[in-house]
């Protein structure tokens, strides 16, 4: 009896990530969404630019690499002349809430027929650990030497909040992925934002708050704790924007 | 034949670009060329197609991005500025191999400049653009009529050498109206293995990339890239050759520019100066061959532009400086009229006797 396998989605590379990143986690939460709802051989994957941006060569999908943070502009290509195709786009909080907002918001608003999955882990990875728009009020980072000082670099972007104060978006819910529990949920909230696609709902997206155990220059165990004691607060889990649920 | 019809060459773009099979528009407003995408929004919805209004010029070109890799025939229209947010895009499609047209009606510069017709966008869109090395496929129409049959030509080179491809026209080759004549076309029937339209669970996944971390891998797509561009240049240089039989002097101008020292090169015939005109179509590949020939017919050389002079250095480089090469120009908007032309050329000819 088979108790435990890797998603069919998944190829057999193997991960780039640093030791405790959750971005392991939420591509195996992706592809089992693929394999269950059994989409795979129809679905698009866009990667980002950032930690994620080898993404291409995990998902046995077909992939294209976008520039930074226009992913969903490039899925609103694919998925306008295939709209019979799955299409969705991995992001990281750079990505998707500095330089590709402006992407990020129309494609809301147009209620583009797409899935995203939002990583926020509040710093830039891939470069090294810079503030992120999501940087956290007193972080420190490499660009925010001193704790990002609210009165100088701003504040944190609530993408999630923001989002959902827009007509067009069919559904935003927040999870997290720092325990059992949440990442059951987080699996949940994933294969709905699939579901919706697929039944013709609109713009879907899942923002998980994620973990980056080198960059916050923790072990990764503290770094989940982190996530409770940090994170979540000033990102608070949940469903944001349900229209079906609402109109039900 | 198709019945001839009068209309306004950026229509005539748009109209082009259906009949050769392009079913997906994505734009930005900007003058001059609002005519593009308004006469996509009335037409894409009728045929099945996508017309789509983006929230800026970088989206709109990633949105291409993401249609070209799907392997669909997809175009951008813009102008000089809208152009300039586009080139990182650009750099993406040509970095992925992606055939795409990008249409440039070009406006007086830089910075927002003005809403006059300009040819100062000639370095941008002949040199690369945006960042790394690569080319485009750059088309210059002098009329209505080339405004259609260029657009179409676009995307059967854009598809054959998987090469994004720029019709670089400007302002009033945009607003003008000509009669033209629309060919109904067979659907092009392109085989594109590699786009992203779902593995169907029977093939390895399909990747659209232009990341390669690895320095040699790298080296290795940009020199096979540059054996595709030689190619092109090899087969694919196109020109107009005007008076040239007999040409002492030679005036190179494109667009409408070359409509202007047209009527130049015609009024110093007539008094006596032995002139002719190279038009070149295509402005990368840059017609060579052609210039190296006039080198060794002609004394010297005028190039007329609408910009402070940028296809000079290339008619330089390709005439290899044997001869003078002035420069004709008037920029910021302005036309220059043909007796500023013919000025330029009794100059010349009395100079380079």
């Keep these: ?248 | 034949m198709a019945e001839k019809v009068l209309m306004k060459g950026n229509e005539a773009i748009a109209e082009a670009a259906i009949k050769a099979g392009c079913r997906h528009y994505f734009g930005y407003p900007i003058t001059p060329q609002t005519e593009i995408a308004a006469y996509m929004a009335k037409r894409m919805p009728k045929i099945g197609g996508t017309f789509l209004q983006a929230e800026s010029e970088v989206a709109a070109i990633n949105m291409v991005y993401g249609v070209a890799g799907a392997g669909f025939r997809v175009m951008t229209s813009s102008s000089s500025p809208g152009v300039s947010l586009k080139q990182e895009g650009i750099s993406y499609i040509a970095g992925a191999d992606l055939p795409a047209l990008i249409v440039n009606v070009q406006r007086g510069g830089p910075g927002l400049g003005g809403i006059q017709p300009s040819q100062s966008d000639y370095f941008q869109a002949t040199k690369g653009g945006g960042h790394g090395d690569y080319h485009l496929i750059v088309l210059a129409p002098a009329s209505v009529q080339e405004m259609a049959d260029l657009t179409i030509k676009a995307f059967d080179l854009a598809d054959q050498y998987r090469v994004p491809a720029m019709l670089l026209a400007d302002g009033t080759m945009g607003q003008m109206m000509e009669p033209v004549e629309l060919p109904d076309l067979p659907p092009a029937e392109i085989e594109k293995p590699w786009a992203v339209r779902g593995t169907k669970g029977e093939r390895k996944h399909n990747i659209i990339n232009s990341l390669y971390l690895d320095p040699e891998l790298l080296e290795k797509t940009n020199f096979e890239r540059f054996e595709k561009y030689k190619v092109i240049e090899e087969k694919e240089a196109m020109y107009e050759s005007f008076m040239m039989e007999d040409a002492e002097y030679c005036v190179v101008a494109f667009g409408i520019a070359a409509r202007v020292s047209k009527n130049a090169v015609v009024a110093a015939r007539k008094k006596g100066i032995k002139v002719g005109l190279i038009r070149p179509i295509t402005l990368w590949p840059f017609p060579k061959k052609v210039m190296a020939e006039a080198a060794e017919q002609c004394k010297a050389f005028l190039s007329v532009e609408l910009s402070m002079g940028q296809m000079i250095e290339d008619i330089k480089l390709h005439t290899g400086c044997k001869k003078p090469v002035e420069l004709c120009c008037r920029t910021g908007g302005m036309i220059p009229a043909p007796e500023q032309v013919l000025g330029s050329i009794e100059k010349l000819a009395k100079e380079n006797q």
């Design chain 1, 1 to 248: 009896m088979v108790v435990f396998e890797k998603p069919k989605a998944l190829t057999d590379a193997p991960f780039h990530y640093c030791p405790g990143c959750t971005h392991g986690i939420i591509h195996r939460l992706v592809a089992e969404a693929l394999d269950e709802l059994g989409i795979e051989g129809k679905t698009v994957g866009v990667a980002p630019v950032g930690c994620a941006v080898m993404a291409y060569n995990y998902f046995t999908c077909d992939m294209v690499e976008a520039a930074h943070g226009r992913a969903p502009a490039v899925a609103t290509g694919l998925k306008r002349c295939m709209p019979e195709n799955v299409i969705f786009t991995y992001q990281g909080d750079g990505d998707l809430a500095s330089i590709g907002m402006a992407e990020t918001v129309h494609a809301a608003t147009r209620n583009e027929n797409i899935t995203i999955i939002f990583v926020n882990n509040a710093i830039y990875g891939m470069t090294g650990g810079q503030m992120a728009p999501t940087s956290l009020p007193g972080q420190v980072t490499q660009t925010s030497p001193y704790g990002r000082d609210v009165t100088t670099a701003g504040y944190p972007v609530k993408v999630s909040e923001m989002l959902s104060t827009l007509d067009g978006p069919e559904y935003i819910e927040r999870v997290a992925v720092n325990n059992v529990k949440n990442v059951r949920n987080a699996k949940k909230a994933i294969l709905k934002a699939f579901k919706n696609q697929i039944e013709g709902k609109g713009f879907s997206l899942v923002e998980v708050v994620s973990s980056c155990p080198t960059n916050w220059g923790m072990t990764p165990s503290k770094a989940l704790e982190w996530i409770d004691e940090n994170m979540i607060p000033y990102y608070p889990l949940g469903v944001y924007k349900d229209r079906s649920a609402k109109e039900e």
